[in-house]
């Protein structure tokens, strides 16, 4: 069955530094990946959609990658803030559901000052 | 703003005192979706609408069952709930199929 795979133990790094979560996953051959922010007690936020076909996209500080081979997405936070503290979910349409996602359980990150 | 709404934030309910929680949105978009998310779990969906064709998933407790009366609104009834049905509930909108969800700020539901 599909399965989904992230860091389930918290990353720490110190400000301005390059944040790397990873995103694994079996069984399966997405059309596309999508990335996630959710602080404390609040729902997700959407933040990058990546397709198949795409090695890498961005969007301001962010970065993330798609590698079908690995069956592997990584996400990039690049010169890191305490704001940037939260946890990231990876999330992947599901296998036969339409308009479904299966989401991972996420990594927590701590950006320290 | 457009944007996925919940009320209430919070909610206390006795055991098996059913409770109902509600979601609405100003995105028009097609697709609404209860999820459950319990402490450091991924969110796990419970039931969708596409339109007004609701789609229940196979592990989705009877107890759960959900109304959308139009567009805008969506709820999340809980016949009688357990103390395991304490969560963090979330309802999202997507445009259409493969699209990214916006999710509103969640429920936080207490069960005594």
């Known amino acids: 069955s599909q399965k989904i795979e992230q860091n389930s133990e918290a990353l720490n790094i110190q400000e301005g530094k390059t944040a790397t979560l990873t995103c694994n996953y079996t069984?399966?051959?997405?059309?596309?990946l999508q990335w996630y922010r959710q602080d404390p007690g609040r729902g997700p936020v959407f933040l990058l959609l990546i397709r198949e076909n795409e090695k890498e996209k961005r969007k301001e500080r962010l970065k993330v990658t798609f590698d079908t081979t690995l069956k592997q997405s990584l996400f990039h936070i690049t010169a890191s803030q305490p704001a940037d503290s939260a946890t990231y979910l990876c999330?992947?349409?599901?296998?036969?559901?339409?308009?479904?996602?299966?989401f991972g359980t996420g990594t927590k990150l701590q950006v320290i000052p | 703003d457009a944007m996925v709404i919940q009320n209430p934030r919070y909610q206390v309910t006795q055991f098996g005192k059913p409770v109902t929680l509600s979601c609405s949105q100003t995105l028009n978009h097609n697709v609404m979706y209860w999820y459950q998310q319990k402490s450091s779990q991924a969110p796990k969906l419970l039931f969708h609408y596409y339109d007004k064709d609701f789609n229940n998933e196979a592990d989705t407790p009877d107890n759960f069952q959900s109304r959308r009366p139009n567009t805008s609104f969506c709820f999340l009834d809980i016949r009688s709930p357990g103390l395991g049905d304490a969560a963090m509930y979330l309802c999202a909108t997507s445009r259409d199929s493969h699209y990214e969800q916006y999710f509103g700020p969640g429920t936080r539901l207490t069960v005594t």
């Open positions: 999330a992947l349409p599901r296998l036969g559901g339409y308009q479904k996602v299966t």
């Open positions: 069984n399966y051959s997405p059309a596309y």
